[in-house]
């Protein structure tokens, strides 16, 4: 069984800046991408970015220069630094991890989401 726990959602002013945090746990051989979505009140959920296991990051243009994904191999944790948020950006933030246990079977998992409000 494996869990992806997310941390560091809150309230915050426009302009301002946070880093969500999530780590993986349980039956894990290997991570390969990791990534963020986010679904805004009464949207659809939309990709934030992903990076891959030797770090490489895409992100969606709405975000694009403003938020930065990170990584740690050894601890198999994806970060999201947020800076110059927005109201729009207003949202659940949930994390993804494709995910190989030891017997060789690859499943993306999904974390239960964070809040992130971006009001004054």
């Known amino acids: 069984q494996v869990q992806l726990v997310e941390s560091g959602g809150g309230l915050v002013q426009p302009g301002g800046s946070l880093r969500l945090s999530c780590a993986a746990s349980?039956?894990?051989?290997?991570?390969?991408?990791m990534g963020w979505y986010r679904q805004g009140p009464g949207e659809e959920r939309e990709l934030v970015g992903t990076?891959?296991?030797?770090?490489?990051?895409d992100y969606a243009d709405s975000v694009k220069g403003r938020f930065t994904i990170s990584r740690d191999n050894a601890r198999n944790a994806v970060y999201l630094q947020m800076n110059s948020l927005k109201p729009e950006d207003t949202a659940v933030y949930y994390c993804?991890?494709?995910?190989?246990?030891?017997?060789?079977?690859?499943?993306?998992?999904w974390g239960q989401g964070t809040q992130v409000i971006v009001s004054s």
């Open positions: 993804t991890a494709t995910i190989t246990n030891p017997f060789f079977v690859t499943t993306t998992y």
């Open positions: 990076i891959t296991r030797g770090g490489g990051a």
């Open positions: 349980g039956s894990i051989f290997r991570i390969d991408a």
